[in-house]
């Protein structure tokens, strides 16, 4: 699974998620709900410029429902529809078929679990191909996620 940090400048594209400032020497990881201890769950920081995250805590903006929304777009970019789709689906029917290359991110990120492959074969015009997919379960992460962005 690929470090937290490393998800969140990824999913920013090593900029700051509310203003776009790109120099990462001026970077910092915001955590969206304070907790102590605090929350380390990726869906619960985002990647902010000094000058927004100072600005943020001086209770200017971005705002706490500016990030939260901001957040929200990341997560959909990140997860993509497909994904999100198999989470929300695995979630409500306990497991899904899915190509591994639609929702490996998930399963690197925590959220699915990888269980039985499946292969048939579909016809092509030419020639048969075969057809590789696998069964996911969704974890509690991946649940708690759903629930908490309201995906579900």
Known sequence: MPRNDELLFLETE??????GHKDRRDLTIHHIAESKPKNEDYDNKIVLC?????RHHQRKEPTTDEINE?????????????GLNAMK????????A????LVNHLVEYGYLVE?????SWALDVD????????????TDEGKALLI?????
């Open 14 to 19: 090593g900029s700051c998620a509310y203003c």
């Open 50 to 54: 000094y000058n927004c995250h100072q």
């Open 70 to 82: 901001t957040k929200l777009r990341l997560i959909k970019k990140t997860l993509t529809t497909m």
């Open 148 to 152: 908490k962005w309201k995906l579900n």
């Open 127 to 138: 020639s048969p191909i075969m057809v590789i997919n696998s069964t996911y379960t969704i």
């Open 98 to 101: 899915a190509p591994p290359f």
């Open 89 to 96: 689906y695995a979630h409500r029917r306990g497991a899904v």
């Open 115 to 119: 269980g039985e492959m499946i292969s």
